[in-house]
């Protein structure tokens, strides 16, 4: 059965299924607040996004679990590799994250933005 205009989903903040990673204790900077808006890929093993949502914090990573294409749509953040390269990235930029990425997001300011994850 093919796909119909009734099977495309509007990718915003408030839309899909609320999703709040839960991640390992002591890599969350205190007061961390996320939020995914999933609207499609409910399984983790297949591509999956949505909109995403943070307040100012930082979070430690350490081997990123699979390749994610980021659009921001409002805020500033930035990614801290463990070299202490920095780069930030405003409403309007879109970046790629490579699965193995290693270092620190900082949400600079409130920030929203679309996403897809490739496990």
Known sequence: ????VADVRTIEIGAGTAVVPVWEPGTASPGWQETEWR??????????????SGRPGSLRLDDYPYDEVCVMLTGVVALVDDTGARREFRAGEAF???RGFSGTWETVEPATKVFIALP
Do not use: K
């Open 96 to 98: 790629f994250v490579p």
């Open 1 to 4: 059965m093919s796909a119909t």
């Open 39 to 52: 609207v499609f890929g409910a399984d983790e093993s297949r591509p999956y996004g949505g909109a995403w």
